[in-house]
């Protein structure tokens, strides 16, 4: 028997067995090569959903910043209105005061004249 002669089919089985081998690395290279693709398409949407939820999240804080400025300003303006009707209360006070006073005078005055008239004429 010569040692070169594996026998007869030898060459099938290894064309056979070379052809799987082949079949199967290709198909092994393609799954995985989809596998990739699809881990970065993953690691894609991953980081899109990261991205939009930092958005997200500043937008909200922008937001409650632009609420609490709003509640601020409110606040002040509410404060404002309170001080205009407390001046506008004074402003009235002080108005009919100043017409009582001025009643109280021009009554004096008209009792000083009338005194002075009589102290006039007594003499």
Do not use: C, H, Y
Not at 50 to 61: F, I, K, P, V, Y
Not at 84 to 92: A, D, F, P
């Amino acid at each position: 028997m010569d040692p070169t002669d594996l026998g007869p089919g030898t060459a099938t089985w290894l064309g056979g067995t070379g052809t799987v081998l082949l079949g199967g690395f290709l198909w092994l290279r393609k799954f995985l090569s989809k596998d990739a693709a699809d881990r970065a398409m993953d690691n894609a949407d991953i980081g899109t959903v990261r991205r939009l939820n930092e958005l997200l999240d500043s937008e909200r804080a922008a937001r409650k910043e632009a609420e609490a400025r709003a509640d601020q300003f409110a606040k002040e303006r509410n404060d404002l209105a309170i001080s205009v009707g407390r001046l506008e209360g004074n402003i009235l006070a002080l108005t009919r005061q100043v017409e009582q006073l001025t009643e109280k005078v021009t009554t004096q005055s008209e009792e000083i004249s009338r005194l002075r008239a009589q102290l006039g004429g007594a003499n």
